[in-house]
């Protein structure tokens, strides 16, 4: 099983530019989650989804769009980038959200912002 | 609410020394508590959860955690640190029931020193 994947590695946009970033799990999951890491803020959640065709706002999700059209994916859209959404960026997966079922992460995605 | 708060954003220890890693939660009902590791470049990989019971936890690589009710603590320990344990460790908590939020402290940096 590859876990979870992410699309592309890295990434260089012109503020104003889109881009959609592209998860994949295949460990069947329910529930699927996009973070960002900053450095010295730990990692702080987008958005989630808790199912096929299911999106929820996180901490911090102005700026982005997300959409679960099928089970296994889960995308992340930048529509109008700006230099303040530079980060690195990881999707995470869980089987359900309770009790002690942990997330699995992907390697995450390098985005600079320009 | 939840929250974790990791002391120290900074460790440095020496090959061989023991290694001490603090995580404080705060949970209004009784959490799960998780210690990932992330290398260089990488994703989050899961070192060890607390669920319910046995309260010293072991996990992959030689590490340990001991859950402290009364302390609200979660430290992270190593009895001898190698070169290979350089990373940056994150404390998380989830409070159970149907949420479906992993909260995340900020993130400790361990240098090892040869």
């Known amino acids: 099983n590859a876990g979870v994947t992410q699309t592309p590695k890295f990434r260089v946009l012109k503020t104003g530019q889109s881009m959609t970033l592209l998860c994949a799990q295949d460990?069947?999951?329910?529930?699927m989650y996009w973070y960002r890491q900053d450095p010295g803020m730990g990692l702080r959640l987008i958005h989630y989804?808790?199912?096929?065709?299911?999106?929820a706002k996180g901490e911090v999700p102005d700026g982005y769009n997300v959409s679960r059209l099928k089970k296994q994916n889960f995308l992340l859209g930048l529509e109008s980038a700006a230099p303040s959404q530079t980060s690195v960026y990881f999707c995470?997966?869980?089987?359900?959200?309770?009790?002690?079922?942990?997330?699995?992460f992907g390697p995450g995605t390098r985005l600079t912002v320009l | 609410a939840q929250s974790v708060t990791q002391l120290g954003s900074h460790v440095s220890v020496s090959e061989g020394a023991l290694v001490l890693l603090r995580c404080n939660y705060s949970s209004s009902v009784p959490p799960y508590l998780f210690w990932y590791v992330q290398y260089p470049n990488q994703g989050l990989q899961l070192l060890l959860k607390?669920?319910?019971?046995?309260?010293l936890v072991k996990g992959i690589n030689g590490f340990e955690a001991e859950f402290k009710k009364s302390e609200t603590s979660f430290h992270l320990t190593k009895p001898s640190a190698h070169m290979s344990d350089a990373a940056e460790y994150f404390c998380a908590v989830n409070s159970g029931g149907s949420n479906y939020k992993l909260t995340f402290g900020k993130g400790t940096l361990l240098t090892v020193n040869p």
């Open positions: 460990m069947n999951h329910e529930y």
């Open positions: 607390y669920t319910t019971g046995a309260t």
């Open positions: 995470a997966s869980s089987y359900k959200p309770t009790g002690p079922n942990e997330q699995f």
């Open positions: 989804s808790v199912g096929e065709g299911t999106t």
